[in-house]
């Protein structure tokens, strides 16, 4: 076999390091064809592979310099070579199509005044999956031994290389195939639950992790939206990046706004220096906003305008800015409502409210609370280093019976304040500090009277004062304040 020129080397050793590191077949099939057009100065290119479903016995790939209008015309002109090569296994090399005795006058290659042709096969051992054809309308000669001896080396890289992005390919088909079968209570580790109601959240979960779609969660405090928020981030295609939570009632509303879309230096008095916003933080990865409710009012047009232009322009700044964060939204408010009475946009909530997810009560989903109390158990035993036996009868049928204002967050602080002061082996109800199902309620009262004899309750044990109160109950104290406004005009 006869040697390459040095220079043919240096660049098969360039391509097998290069085509070798890619495994998307899009973006391979691009590589391949610019390095060989590139290489062998080929005015025009084709990567066909071969498809048995498909009449001419192949399908185009990828194409090079041919306008749409010219396509059906330029494949018709190769196909002759095409079928060749594909069919017996052996190149094409012409210096000059006009005056090859293998092309007569009356076929198309001749037509189109194609001088230069080049085409090899893509090899895999013995078996033929493509070609690659280059061809050349403007030089008779463009293509020499060495360009055929160069491109068949190549092609052996290429065929390679090709099989193995398509062997990546199918086995990442058949492992979200696999994972999408799965049981969805299976396949995100730090959620608890086998309800029908829980199960059927987790199964929404796994629908919406890889789609880049708007979610709201809703549920009571406590239910916990952001757990599912970042089992939607960690188990879909962007858990190798940021995932950015942030609480919008514990930020000042005067600062909203660079908070999520950043600030340049002097935007603002306190404004040192240039700061980067949660958008920018999150790029690529996902953005979780937790009570979107207390977003002011004035700010959601921009919250609006950056969720459908995929664009942010920090404080002070006149240039806007890509972002490809994904948003995810929570609240426990009543959204709706809120639109009603003008303290949200229509606009935004619907753009927010594509896939809704609303998490139960903890009160309605009774038959997760045992595997919740021992997985807190577990983790308080190991956090606080306790041998503790596990959880008495007795103490988990108190934890059936309660009503869970505080949902999970607050079973959770249940179990693990009773795990550090159980002075026994096991936790018994003495242990526990738990109320009995609608101890605090009256019999008749709607859920309304019940929610405001709570709220009023909480208030007066905590001596009037509102902070400590939403803290109580695991709600924001705008949230409560705009409740108590809501009563005193009654």
Known sequence: ?????????????????????????????????????????????????????????????????????????????????????????????????SSDDRFDASTSIIKQNILSILCIPLKLRDRVIGAVYLDSAKTRRRFTEDSLKFLEVFGGLAATAIENARQFTALRSENERLRNEADPATLFPGIVGKSKAWTSILSVVQRVRDVDVAVLIVGESGTGKELVARAIHQSGSRSTKPFVAINCSAIPEQLVESELFGHKKGAFTGATSDKKGLFEVADGGTLFLDEIGEIPLALQVKLLRAIEEKQIRPVGDIVNRPTSARLLTATNADLQRAVAEGRFREDLFFRLNVVRIELPPLRERIEDIPLLANYFFERACVAHKRALTGIHPDAMGSLLRSHWNGNVRELQNTIERAVVLCAGESITVDDLSVPTVWSHGKRGMTLADYERHIIETTLEEMGGNRTRTAERLGVSLRWLQYRLKEWSHE
């Open 1 to 97: 076999m006869e040697l390459l020129p040095k220079d043919n080397f240096s660049a098969l050793y360039e391509v097998a390091q290069t085509i070798n590191s890619l495994l998307e077949p899009g973006e391979l099939l691009d590589k391949v064809l610019d390095i060989a057009m590139h290489h062998l100065s080929a005015e025009r290119g084709f990567i066909v592979l071969s498809e048995e479903a498909d009449p001419n016995g192949y399908r185009v790939a990828l194409a090079r310099n041919i306008t749409e209008n010219h396509a059906s015309d330029a494949l018709s002109a190769s196909s002759s070579v095409l079928l060749r090569v594909l069919g017996t296994g052996e190149p094409v090399l012409t210096f000059d199509a």
